[in-house]
């Protein structure tokens, strides 16, 4: 890359100044930028001066309390539903236990199997 630069740098092209300027351009600029600003002060002030678009600012202060609404009650939204699948875990979990020793208690009963029998055929596997 240092050799591409100095490829550059080499070329007689940049020997010379590429920019050309006319002649007496900068002895004139002052009395030609001058005159502009004579004719501007005195030209007649017909036209109005742009105005900046009138924004109603009611309009904006409901767009902010209405997002700021929706960022609350959306807010409020996912707390909430995120506390309620929370406390339902443990729930869910302590029924599954009861479910599956009724579930196993029913077995045993439908088989008439008492613990004595159940642990011999534990055992025999």
């Known amino acids: 890359m240092n ?6 740098l080499d070329r007689k092209q940049l020997e010379q100044n ?8 900068f002895d004139t600029l002052n009395t030609r930028i001058m ?18 678009k009138k924004v109603h600012m009611h309009v904006l202060r409901w767009a902010a309390a209405c997002a700021c609404v929706l960022v609350i009650g959306a807010s409020a939204v996912i707390y ?22 009724d579930a196993f208690n029913q077995a045993a009963d439908y088989t008439m199997l008492d613990n004595h029998d159940m642990y011999m055929m534990l055992a025999e596997e």
Do not use: H
């Open 3 to 8: 050799n591409d630069l100095n490829d550059i």
């Open 18 to 25: 590429p920019f050309k300027v006319p002649e007496g351009y």
């Open 35 to 52: 005159d502009k600003v004579a004719k501007q002060a005195l030209a007649p002030k017909d036209e109005k001066p742009a105005q900046a």
């Open 80 to 101: 909430t539903f995120k506390d309620t699948d929370t406390a339902k875990v443990p729930e869910t979990a302590q029924q599954s236990i009861t479910t599956s020793e």
